[in-house]
């Protein structure tokens, strides 16, 4: 938490982990107790040489591990429902999908940390994982609950219509087609806003300051998306996906409330999955991946990773979601050990659920 400042005090040092307990800080200790580190203080990671086969990620299980997760929150929802016969108001639907936004966000980070442990990570031949910073647990704990937060006030403000239940919608034949079609260019449209903030924070010097914090890591881990000031966050949490929201309904696709909390668990899901450094083959989850690979337009898990490692004030791979914009605008750089030659397609490893 905390805007942007000139002289920015922040930095990597990440040692608290390995003091006494009395010394933490409210937020370190809240990091403890759910159990969210991404990095087990003294437990080394698995180091394998660039030039060893990467194995490859499974999409149908992280497919499933999103729609497991985002489905858990609709059924209580619907339950609700049905037991009582009244709908669910606004303020209880946040509370609701936030709640379960959080949790998922949780689990994912934890399963994420279990593969980290057998399958190593990128660039780990060379450099270690960053570790939480000691200045920056407050940040990364409270981009956490205002993504969550913010994200499901907008979706349930604007989207949510309590007349309509869960099973009102997904029962009807005629709604899946929509749903799936907006699901499955949301990330695309998204990434296009994405893309030309980010890039222009990259290469509009006066724009620099607002973003160079998230740039202090240059090996991240899944919970390193939060690691940014509050300017960032705004553009991330509310502008683009609002500006997604509204290109989808010029287009003749309004979102409706689940549609739209599907969306956001894919996108949340590819933001953590993409600051991990897993040592995996691992495309970011989309409906329509297949189409994406064969356009060359792909993201992997090393696209982001590269962003961060070798990236500064001038960089590439802008997009978070896709390479659409990356690969029209000329800003892809080559993969290191994501490459097709370096793939082990017949080890397969799946997103673990539990």
Not at 266 to 272: A, G, H, P, Q
Request: proline share 6%; glycine share 6%.
């Amino acid at each position: 938490m905390g805007r942007a400042q000139e002289h920015n005090p922040h930095n990597m040092t990440a040692d608290w982990q390995y003091k006494d307990p009395s010394t933490w800080n409210g937020y370190q200790k809240f990091v403890s107790y759910v159990d969210v580190s991404p990095i087990i203080p003294g437990k080394p990671i698995p180091v394998y040489p660039k030039t060893a086969k990467m194995p490859f990620l499974a999409q149908w299980s992280q497919h499933l591990f999103i729609v497991i997760y985002a489905t858990i929150p609709l059924l209580m929802h619907q339950a609700y429902v049905s037991y009582t016969g009244r709908p669910l108001g606004k303020i209880a639907v946040f509370l609701l999908y936030n709640t379960a936004y959080t949790m998922v966000a949780i689990r994912e980070v934890r399963m994420l940390r279990r593969l980290t442990y057998i399958y190593g990570c990128l660039d780990g031949d060379v450099a270690d994982r960053d570790g939480i910073p000691n200045t920056g647990t407050g940040k990364i704990i409270g981009e956490m609950h205002k993504t969550a937060g913010f994200r499901l006030i907008m979706s349930s403000w604007i989207a949510y219509e309590p007349n309509m239940s869960p099973l009102a919608f997904f029962s009807k034949a005629e709604s899946w087609a929509p749903f799936l079609l907006k699901l499955a260019i949301y990330g695309v449209i998204l990434d296009f806003f994405f893309y030309t903030y980010h890039r222009a924070c990259h290469e509009v010097p006066w724009l620099w300051k607002y973003h160079r914090t998230h740039h202090l890591n240059k090996h991240p881990t899944a919970v390193h998306s939060g690691f940014a000031d509050d300017e960032q966050e705004i553009i991330e949490i509310i502008i683009v996906p609002f500006l997604t929201y509204a290109t989808l309904w010029a287009l003749g696709l309004k979102l409706n409330f689940y549609e739209w909390w599907f969306c956001f668990e894919y996108v949340t899901f590819s933001e953590i999955f993409g600051h991990s450094g897993l040592r995996v083959y691992g495309n970011v989850p989309s409906p329509i991946t297949p189409l994406l690979a064969w356009l060359n337009m792909e993201l992997v898990l090393e696209d982001h990773d590269l962003h961060h490692r070798r990236g500064w004030k001038k960089s590439f791979n802008y997009g978070k979601q896709t390479r659409v914009w990356d690969r029209l605008f000329g800003t892809c750089t080559d993969r290191i050990e994501a490459k097709a030659d370096n793939v082990d397609y017949t080890k397969s490893v799946t997103m673990p659920l539990f």
